[in-house]
């Protein structure tokens, strides 16, 4: 069966640092997303994708954040100059076309710890 | 605005025993809801979903739902655990674009 793909699993990095975490969606899919979990806290939204372009972010998503669909295949979120309170979980979804209520398909999740 | 809230981080169970996982949301408009399954190291794992049909929506692996509008619930049973059941739940609520998650309940299943 078809999944969502992260990379990496984990990542350490130091506070000011740039990092960049990957997704493969699902193949056929055209909706993207990518979402956070600090720990303890809930799931968060950040930002939704669609035909190249953003179609809806959060408050949290600053000008810090950026995503990208460099090809066919990946999509990336990037973190410019991270901080400690960039440490959290980030899951990436995808969900196919149709009606919005469609499910929204989520990966293993990146585990990105700031020091 | 849409919010959804979990009452328990944490659910003991016995192995055999009923599971009710709660949830309750907060919708300006007619709520889809889902129930989420996180297996440790793994991705968020849909269980069932809630999109205006019927109330009572079965999932995956036993787990079923029931949508009560009066109550604004929406929560998570199973008659009889499975020590494969623990995990991480998470209920979501979806407007638009967008899931509002739970910060959701970790069950543990005792032998």
């Known amino acids: 069966e078809p999944e969502v793909t992260q990379t990496p699993s984990h990542q350490v990095t130091q506070m000011g640092q740039e990092v960049i975490l990957r997704c493969v969606p699902i193949s056929n899919h055209l909706y993207f997303y990518w979402y956070r979990q600090i720990l303890g806290q809930k799931v968060e939204f950040l930002v939704s994708?669609?035909?190249?372009?953003?179609?809806?972010k959060s408050e949290i998503f600053d000008d810090q954040f950026s995503v990208e669909r460099p090809d066919g295949s990946n999509f990336t979120l990037k973190i410019r100059s991270t901080k400690l309170e960039d440490s959290a979980m980030y899951f990436c979804a995808s969900r196919p076309p149709g009606p919005w209520v469609e499910t929204q398909y989520f990966g293993p999740g990146t585990r990105l710890l700031v020091l | 605005a849409q919010s959804v809230t979990q009452l328990g981080s944490h659910v003991s169970v016995s192995e055999g025993a009923l599971v009710l996982l709660r949830c309750n949301y907060s919708?300006?408009?007619?709520?889809?809801l889902f129930w989420y399954v996180q297996y440790p190291n793994q991705g968020l794992q849909l269980l069932l979903k809630?999109?205006?049909?019927?109330?009572l929506v079965k999932g995956i692996n036993g787990f079923e739902a029931e949508f009560k509008k009066s109550e604004t619930s929406f929560h998570l049973t199973k008659p009889s655990a499975h020590m494969s059941d623990a995990a991480e739940y998470f209920c979501?609520?979806?407007?638009?674009?967008?899931?509002?998650f739970g910060t959701g309940t970790s069950l543990t299943v005792i032998p």
């Open positions: 809630y999109t205006s049909a019927a109330t």
């Open positions: 919708s300006s408009v007619p709520p889809y």
């Open positions: 994708f669609y035909n190249n372009e953003i179609s809806e």
């Open positions: 979501a609520v979806s407007a638009g674009n967008q899931f509002y």
